[in-house]
């Protein structure tokens, strides 16, 4: 049976519960995964959620930062979480649905401005975090399992409105993309968004920064949908809902979509 799996940087979940209800209402995921969403979980919003047809949660909070929650209209166990770099922080949550498969929600910490570790703590927090994630796919190698979240890393050229410009900038450095990229091939993990759509500029997130976002369109591809081997061919229609970023009040990511026939 198809499903359609949504991911979103929601930037606090209280603050936009009508956002949330609006995507529920108006494209339907099956399953919407979220981050950032800066509440402890009984302070989510979640029978709200669940009067729209998501009854399904599996979610870490956290009061103020961070937090990931997975709200699915299908049944779904929770299937743990891990605290890499031992952050403290909730940062992932993974979700199993009855077929077996397995959903890992991200949110991978942005790493502050400076790409130094040496003078920018977050900045090593980052590449620690995505050294955990490494470690732990190389040593339990994911099967039948989705990855999605903000992994705060557009890793190719096409992914920033300008490399050139991006390339000593937090998200877009080599390291990072390196650090990036060995996760990927530790878990054999493919990237659902871009073997859909393979070329040409691609974002999902736009700085709050920018007076006009969409006439400057200077934006990143930050947020991923990845599958594991096994189930990588099953993936089709990605898709990013660029509009939910005009929307009012809003994050400054962008949704991104996908429908796995499982």
């Not at 103020?64 to 992932?92: C, E, Q, W």
């Not at 989705?146 to 390339?167: F, M, S, Y």
């Not at 996760?183 to 759509?197: F, H, L, P």
């Not at 939910?244 to 796995?260: E, K, L």
């Amino acid at each position: 049976m198809p499903f359609t799996l949504a991911t979103w940087n929601i930037n606090s979940v209280r603050l936009r519960e009508g956002l949330v209800a609006k995507l529920m209402q108006e494209e339907m995921p099956d399953i919407l995964c979220l981050q950032e969403c800066k509440s402890p979980v009984d302070k989510m919003p979640l029978e709200s959620f669940a009067a729209l047809g998501y009854g399904h949660v599996v979610a870490r909070g956290q009061k103020g930062y961070n937090g990931v929650a997975i709200l699915s209209k299908l049944p779904m166990t929770d299937a743990g979480d891990m605290d890499f770099a031992d952050l403290g922080h909730a940062r992932h949550v993974a979700g199993r649905l009855e077929n077996g498969v397995v959903i890992h929600n991200f949110y991978v910490p942005a790493g502050g401005d400076v790409p130094d570790r040496a003078v920018n703590e977050k900045f090593g927090q980052k590449l620690d975090y995505l050294t955990g994630m490494r470690d732990w796919f190389r040593d339990s190698r994911p099967e039948k399992s989705i990855l999605v979240g903000d992994l705060n890393i557009a890793p190719r050229e096409d992914d920033v409105w300008n490399h050139k410009q991006l390339l000593k900038i937090v998200s877009h450095t080599p390291i990072e993309i390196e650090h990036l990229g060995d996760v990927m091939e530790a878990g054999g993990w493919q990237d659902v968004t871009r073997a859909d759509i393979p070329e040409g500029l691609l974002y999902s997130w736009w700085s709050y920064r920018a007076r006009d976002w969409d006439e400057a369109d200077k934006g990143r591809r930050l947020d991923h949908v990845w599958a594991s081997a096994d189930i990588g061919q099953s993936a089709h229609s990605s898709r990013i809902l660029r509009a939910a970023r005009g929307w009012d009040q809003p994050s400054d990511h962008a949704p991104v979509f996908a429908t796995f026939d499982l």
